[in-house]
Structures are given as C-alpha cells and as structure tokens.
C-alpha cells in the first residue's frame, strides 16, 4: 500500500498516542496533523520526555497521565478513538535494571491495561512499540529476522518488551483484537532529548557541541542498525491500517549496520567538535557485538522502503539539536 493510501485512513479518525512527547510519538503526531487525522490525543507522563516536545495544533490535544493510571486510561478512551499506538514505556536497559519493579509495572501492566481498554472499546487497531534490540537476544543470527526471539534476555527491558508482545498475542488469539506489532532498532532523530538513560546519538551529539570528548563503552568495532525516526514513522503508520500486519510482528530498521567508533566521527565531523574520543569498559549487560535487521517481511507485507542513510539522519538531528538548543539544555539530566 502507498503511503499516501495509508495516511488518507487517518482522516477525519481520533488517534491516541501513549509516550506521544517522544521522540517517535511526536513525529508520528506531526504525520497524523499532515494526514488531517480528526483529534489525536497525546497523552504521556514526561517522566522522561518534554511537553514542548509536543506538536501545538488545534487537533491534537495533550493528557497528562501514566498508562498505569486507570481514571487517565477512561478519560482518553471516552474520547472513542480508533487507533492506539502504545509508544510508552520505561526507558531503557540501564534504566530497567537500577528501577526493575518500575520497568516490570509500566512495560508490563501499562501495556496490559491498555490492551483491556482497548478490546473494551472495540477500537479499530493497537499498534505495540517493541524492540528489535531486545526481543532477539544477543545471540541472533545476522541478518534478525522476525522467527528468531530469545528467552535468554540481558536486561528487565528486554524481557518485559516480549512480555507486551505476548500480551499482544494472546488479545489478538483470544478477544481477537486488531494488534500489529513493530520491533524497532536503534531510532534517533529530531524530538529525543539526551540524557542519562537516553540513546548514544542524543548523547554523542550533545556532547560533541559542548565541545567534549565521547565516551564509548567497549571498543567501537561493535554495530547497531540505527534508524532515522521518520521511517520509523512510516512503518508505524503502515502498521496501523494495512490488513495483513494484523497478528504479527514487524522489523522497521535501516537494514544496514554502523560501527561506533564510526558514529563518534561522524558526529565530531558534522557538529565540529575537536573533542577526542575516549573509551570506557562494555557495560555488564550489553552483550550484543553485531546488529542488522531484516527489513524484508515490512517490504513485502507493509511496502516499507526506509529513506533515510545515517549520514542523511545525522545532519538533519543537529539541524533540530541547534534549533531547540535552550529547551535541551533545560530538559537535559545526566
């Protein structure tokens, strides 16, 4: 299906979108306003994203709430919304081990009671955010692919991105509940803000504009496959309307690999930062060496064709990292 095709079942719909200040959550509201999408609700607890993050148009309306909090969850779904794209989670690894019980309670109920809200209101699709950095382990074959998923988890994050997507499973088998599921790697772009638990772009990129070394734990030579967050959206956008996402759980990556130590110089380069680049010990949980994706189920099943090369993506987030700088600095906390 076309994008365009897609977007055009937006119209006129009420969306809601938890975790929707994001980094992910606001450029999928922004494609929402494009699609004229009738109301879209954002509702996040910016316990670690930012209410300016948030797009300012008539259609959107922001709701302050946690997705563990019930008189919240009734509040948005008597707005009667359609679609549900669950974006919200306790981020991230290290997050998740120094706050286990808080990352099993959101990661795990939250996705639950929306799920419940969900098949109560009959909406017309939920859309799950997971991870394709958590759900394969650290031991999958290269290129990941979609039938390859570990029990052997590093991180309370990682267990409990699977835990949401068996809970998505089991409403879609049982109360046969519109669920599609995309497994996200590795998305940076404009709207993430650095920060302690934050991603290494943000993070490399604040830095290298205060002139500061980077610091990368482990050697450099490992890989992610980073993916620019507007593709991201346009997966998620696909996942929300296309029938035959229904039930399953897609890949939306670069399919590409970049080392680290590549990274770092790139950054340097496009913020002109004369900052060295230092090197700390590999974190005890963060055992994966290589990460590529398969991105060949979401072109054949979605029509997703991912746009945008690192080299492209990181240009474009120092672009908004200079034009938000006050707010990020602001925001900020290491």
């Given at each position: 299906?076309?994008?365009?095709?897609?977007?055009?079942?937006?119209?006129?719909?009420?969306?809601?979108?938890?975790?929707?200040?994001?980094?992910?959550?606001?450029?999928?509201?922004?494609?929402?306003?494009?699609?004229?999408?009738?109301?879209?609700?954002?509702?996040?607890?910016?316990?670690?994203?930012?209410?300016?993050?948030?797009?300012?148009?008539?259609?959107?309306?922001?709701?302050?709430?946690?997705?563990?909090?019930?008189?919240?969850?009734?509040?948005?779904?008597?707005?009667?919304?359609?679609?549900?794209?669950?974006?919200?989670?306790?981020?991230?690894?290290?997050?998740?081990?120094?706050?286990?019980?808080?990352?099993?309670?959101?990661?795990?109920?939250?996705?639950?009671?929306?799920?419940?809200?969900?098949?109560?209101?009959?909406?017309?699709?939920?859309?799950?955010?997971?991870?394709?950095?958590?759900?394969?382990?650290?031991?999958?074959?290269?290129?990941?692919?979609?039938?390859?998923?570990?029990?052997?988890?590093?991180?309370?994050?990682?267990?409990?991105?699977?835990?949401?997507?068996?809970?998505?499973?089991?409403?879609?088998?049982?109360?046969?509940?519109?669920?599609?599921?995309?497994?996200?790697?590795?998305?940076?772009?404009?709207?993430?803000?650095?920060?302690?638990?934050?991603?290494?772009?943000?993070?490399?990129?604040?830095?290298?504009?205060?002139?500061?070394?980077?610091?990368?734990?482990?050697?450099?030579?490992?890989?992610?496959?980073?993916?620019?967050?507007?593709?991201?959206?346009?997966?998620?956008?696909?996942?929300?309307?296309?029938?035959?996402?229904?039930?399953?759980?897609?890949?939306?990556?670069?399919e590409s690999e970049t080392?680290?130590?590549?990274?770092?110089?790139?950054?340097?380069?496009?913020v002109g930062n004369k900052?060295?680049?230092?090197?700390?010990?590999?974190?005890?949980?963060?055992?994966?060496?290589?990460?590529?994706?398969?991105?060949?189920?979401?072109?054949?099943?979605?029509?997703?064709?991912?746009?945008?090369?690192?080299?492209?993506?990181?240009?474009?987030?120092?672009?908004?990292?200079?034009?938000?700088?006050?707010?990020?600095?602001?925001?900020?906390?290491?």
């Amino acid at each position: 299906m076309e994008l365009n095709d897609c977007l055009k079942k937006y119209q006129d719909q009420v969306v809601l979108i938890t975790g929707g200040a994001g980094c992910i959550g606001s450029n999928l509201t922004r494609t929402l306003i494009s699609a004229e999408a009738g109301k879209i609700i954002v509702m996040d607890d910016l316990s670690s994203s930012y209410k300016w993050n948030v797009p300012n148009h008539a259609s959107v309306e922001f709701v302050h709430g946690s997705v563990l909090d019930e008189d919240v969850l009734k509040k948005v779904f008597s707005e009667k919304p359609s679609f549900v794209f669950h974006l919200a989670a306790l981020f991230a690894n290290q997050n998740s081990i120094d706050h286990p019980e808080t990352d099993l309670m959101v990661n795990g109920l939250g996705t639950l009671k929306l799920l419940q809200q969900s098949h109560l209101a009959k909406i017309e699709k939920f859309v799950f955010a997971s991870s394709g950095c958590s759900v394969y382990g650290s031991q999958a074959p290269l290129p990941v692919r979609e039938d390859f998923v570990s029990i052997h988890l590093d991180t309370p994050y990682q267990i409990t991105k699977l835990l949401g997507e068996l809970y998505c499973n089991f409403f879609h088998d049982y109360y046969r509940l519109p669920v599609s599921i995309g497994r996200f790697f590795n998305v940076y772009g404009p709207g993430e803000v650095p920060g302690r638990y934050r991603n290494v772009i943000p993070n490399f990129i604040y830095k290298a504009m205060h002139n500061q070394p980077l610091t990368i734990t482990g050697t450099g030579e490992e890989t992610r496959d980073f993916t620019f967050v507007e593709d991201v959206v346009d997966g998620v956008i696909r996942l929300g309307v296309v029938p035959e996402a229904v039930g399953t759980a897609i890949n939306l990556a670069s399919e590409s690999e970049t080392k680290v130590i590549d990274l770092a110089h790139m950054i340097n380069s496009a913020v002109g930062n004369k900052g060295e680049i230092e090197f700390a010990n590999k974190r005890d949980w963060d055992k994966i060496v290589r990460r590529r994706a398969s991105i060949e189920k979401a072109k054949a099943v979605l029509g997703y064709e991912p746009k945008t090369k690192i080299k492209q993506g990181i240009p474009k987030t120092v672009e908004w990292f200079r034009a938000n700088m006050k707010n990020i600095e602001a925001s900020a906390k290491f």
